[in-house]
């Protein structure tokens, strides 16, 4: 286990749906992460926080919203989403952004 | 976007071999390498970092070299085992443009017993 933890690991939603994923580091960070992991794609960063501020957003769709109400919860919130959104969210955490990330095992996302 | 990439998509050793994957990077600002490892249904996992300050660094049984000349990295795993087997891929940090990490899009490792 990395220290990093996400729920739910798999959701299936419709398109008018809203949902939540959800992710929980238990190592001190002060930096947390998402991204998205398409096949054959590489990882595409989408947000990142540090000391609960965001200092990243990658041009992402406003379906996708993140919130960090602390240093050790980051949240993506989901809705009206597209079937292309279907992939594997990959929450990460790392002290300092200079640092290797640790990530959780991911959320398999599928969208109908 | 940044070229970050690998030379082969899949490769299969025999157990007990060594194995080298590769990749390469375009950036000569990249300063900071590191090498992750992603079995199935898992995140991935840190092996090995490197700067740039360095050419080689060790670990156990992993081994990454960096050749800033050709911007070139790889991974070197000895004594190949059945738990290798995964997706490699390397990720570069540029300094200059706020931290990010890019990753390339991996190597599928498959170890034959």
């Known amino acids: 286990e990395t220290g990093v933890t996400q729920t739910p690991r798999h959701l299936v939603m419709g398109m008018t749906n809203k949902k939540s994923l959800k992710c929980e580091q238990h190592l001190g960070h002060n930096a947390m992460y998402w991204y998205k992991q398409s096949a054959k794609k590489p990882l595409e960063l989408m947000f990142v926080y540090s000391l609960e501020e965001r200092v990243e957003n990658n041009s992402v769709p406003s379906r996708f919203s993140p919130e960090c109400p602390n240093s050790s919860h980051l949240f993506l919130h989901l809705h009206t989403l597209q079937p292309e959104d279907s992939a594997l969210y990959l929450c990460a955490s790392s002290q300092d952004q200079t640092i290797e990330q640790y990530f959780g095992p991911g959320t398999r996302l599928t969208v109908t | 976007g940044e070229s970050v990439g690998l030379h082969l998509p899949t490769l299969s050793v025999q157990e007990g071999d060594n194995s080298i994957i590769n990749c390469a990077y375009s950036n000569s600002a990249s300063d900071y390498f590191i090498w992750y490892k992603q079995e199935s249904g898992k995140g991935p996992q840190f092996i090995i970092d490197?700067?740039?300050?360095?050419d080689k660094r060790q670990g156990q049984r992993v081994t990454v070299l960096l050749n800033k000349t050709v911007k070139h990295l790889s991974l070197q795993i000895a004594a190949t085992q059945p738990g290798d087997s995964a997706v490699y891929f390397c990720a570069e940090n540029i300094g200059n443009t706020g931290n990010q990490f890019y990753f390339g899009t991996g190597t599928s490792l498959t170890v034959i017993p």
């Open positions: 490197i700067r740039s300050n360095m």
